[in-house]
Nanobody, 123 residues
Framework: MQLVESGGGLVQAGGSLRLSCAASGRTFGRYAMGWFRQAPGKEREFVAAIDWSGSNQYYGDSVKGRFPISRDNAKNTVYLQMNSLKPEDTAVYYC?????????????????WGQGTQVIVSS
């Protein structure tokens, strides 16, 4: 499966961005999808995940209530709507796919990864 993220960029604190991750090469609907981020000098951090149907979502504590995750299986795409952005949200954001329905926060449980998209939030 190939994953391509888009939608990153520079935004002021308090603003919004929507990240997209387009998948190809496998049956998208068989995969749970996740978003992770990594800031310079820090470990990769779980952001959000969604099961294959879109009915169950799971969020990291730092983004809960601000970054809803969604998916469109007809378009083979998963989204991360980022609202009320803070400077500490600055990171490279990665999309990942995990075969099976369960939503998990452990990076090693995911089978495929995108190249990442940079998000910079200015104060």
């Amino acid at each position: 499966m190939q994953l391509v993220e888009s939608g990153g960029g520079l935004v002021q604190a308090g603003g919004s961005l929507r990240l997209s991750c387009a998948a190809s090469g496998r049956t998208f609907g068989r995969y749970a999808m996740g978003w992770f981020r990594q800031a310079p000098g820090k470990e990769r951090e779980f952001v959000a995940a969604i099961d294959w149907s879109g009915s169950n979502q799971y969020y990291g504590d730092s983004v809960k209530g601000r970054f809803p995750i969604s998916r469109d299986n007809a378009k083979n795409t998963v989204y991360l709507q980022m609202n009320s952005l803070k400077p500490e949200d600055t990171a490279v954001y990665y999309c990942a796919a995990k075969l099976g329905s369960n939503v998990v926060s452990t990076p090693t449980r995911y089978d495929y990864w995108g190249q990442g998209t940079q998000v910079i939030v200015s104060s």
